[in-house]
């Protein structure tokens, strides 16, 4: 979206980029700095801290057949909880699910209008949280590194979390993030655990450099289908649809990755321009 954005603005995201430094230059220098961030205590943090913002009695979740329709001056939502029917109105819906969820939430839109809307392929993700409580004499000391793919390896990257953030590892161990999948390699999502493991424990010893003797002490597999949202040729068709039906009924709001980038501070960034909007 940023390299789009700058070759819409500036004519090409090169000379885009030149401008957007100059503009940096020119700045007083209050802005805040950019750089890696986390909370104390792990990510968990934020959503434990909204919820007790917001408070747990005004959030429900592990609903079940939920729908949204509009009404005469708002929106209408049903959904189930625990077999119990519950509905709610609203003057506004903000909706952050994964585009391939749209069609049974909001099922007034066109197909057309929705087939324009949920245009996107996802890349498959497996990542494999492995750690160690003693990481010998071996320094980490990076967020990570990324793989090409000419090397011939099964694995995306390797992020070393607890280089970075603290709490993360005991004290002399490590925690590492090993990522396998994506839209070039979506069979090795397709790994049973035990294969997985397998691999991941070869490269515990080839990439990261461990002796063959050490073996991890924490291997921990996710599996994300929908992981990364691709941002294609066909965006640009998906931008302009949300737009046509957020105008055609007002009080909607679809948000989340399948639009605005796909990252933590294009999430908060997002938010921010929606409150502005709702409140």
């Known amino acids: 979206p940023k390299l789009y954005n700058l070759e819409q603005n500036y004519g090409s995201f090169i ?52 729908l949204i329709q509009p009404q005469e ?6 959904c189930e909880k625990n077999g119990v029917k519950l509905s709610f109105s609203s003057r506004h819906v903000i909706s952050t699910v994964g585009a391939y969820a749209l069609p049974k939430l909001l099922p007034f839109i066109s197909q057309l209008e929705m087939a324009k809307i949920t245009n996107v392929r996802y890349a498959p993700i497996v990542q494999i949280a492995v750690g160690v409580k003693d990481r010998l004499n071996l320094d980490f000391n990076a967020f ?17 979390p607890s280089s970075c953030f603290e709490r993360r590892a005991p ?6 993030s090993f990522f396998m999948g994506g839209m070039k390699r979506k069979d090795l999502t397709a790994l049973s655990d035990q294969e997985i493991e397998e691999k991941v424990v070869q490269s515990f010893h080839r990439m990261l450099g461990f002796p063959i003797d050490k073996k991890p002490d924490l291997i921990r597999i996710f599996r994300y289908k929908h992981a990364i949202p691709q941002y294609e040729k066909t965006s640009e068709e998906r931008f302009d649809s949300i737009k046509s039906v957020e105008n055609k009924y007002p009080g909607l709001h679809i948000a989340g990755n399948l639009r605005d980038g796909i990252g933590m501070a294009h999430r908060i960034i997002q938010a921010s321009i929606l409150e502005k909007e709702i409140v």
């Not at 000379?15 to 802005?31: L, P, Q, T, V, Y």
């Open 15 to 66: 000379r885009g980029g030149i401008a957007k430094s100059r503009e940096a230059h020119k700045k007083d220098g209050k802005n805040a700095k950019k750089g890696i961030f986390s909370t104390k205590g792990g990510m968990e943090k934020l959503p434990q801290a909204m919820e007790k913002y917001i408070g747990q009695e005004n959030i429900i979740l592990s609903s079940e057949n939920l």
């Open 73 to 78: 001056d708002n929106w209408k939502v049903v």
């Open 144 to 160: 990570g590194g990324l793989v090409s793919s000419k090397d011939k390896e099964d694995f995306l990257g390797i992020l070393f």
């Open 171 to 176: 004290q002399n161990g490590a925690l590492f």
